[in-house]
């Protein structure tokens, strides 16, 4: 499986962005995907979840209410709408699939950059 992430950019704070992520190869019909975040000098951090076998989701709560995570699956994509955003939402974003436990992952995307200006 290849995760593929893109639509990271500079916005100004309070602006959006939607991420995508790309998954290729075997089907991940049924697994868990996600977005972390890693900012500089910090430990990467989960930002949010979405089951596609029980077609729910969770988030981190920095993001509750401000970020979607969202699948098209007849596409494979995995989003992330991001609204609101705010200085501290800087960081390099990945995708990840197919969850092992807590924040263990089988396969993780390249990341993509976002920066939000204040």
């Known amino acids: 499986v290849q995760l593929q992430a893109s639509g990271g950019g500079l916005v100004q704070a309070g602006g959006s962005l939607r991420l995508s992520c790309r998954a290729s190869?075997?089907?991940?019909?049924?697994?868990?995907m996600a977005w972390f975040r890693q900012a500089p000098g910090k430990e990467r951090e989960f930002v949010a979840l979405f089951s596609w076998s029980a077609d729910s989701t969770v988030y981190a709560d920095s993001v509750k209410g401000r970020f979607t995570i969202f699948r098209d699956k007849a596409k494979h994509m995995l989003y992330l709408q991001m609204n609101s955003l705010k200085p501290e939402d800087t960081a390099v974003y990945y995708c990840?699939?197919?969850?092992?436990?807590?924040?263990?992952?089988?396969?993780w995307g390249q990341g993509t950059q976002v920066t939000v200006s204040s």
């Open positions: 990840a699939a197919e969850r092992i436990r807590a924040d263990v992952y089988t396969f």
């Open positions: 190869g075997r089907s991940l019909r049924y697994t868990t």
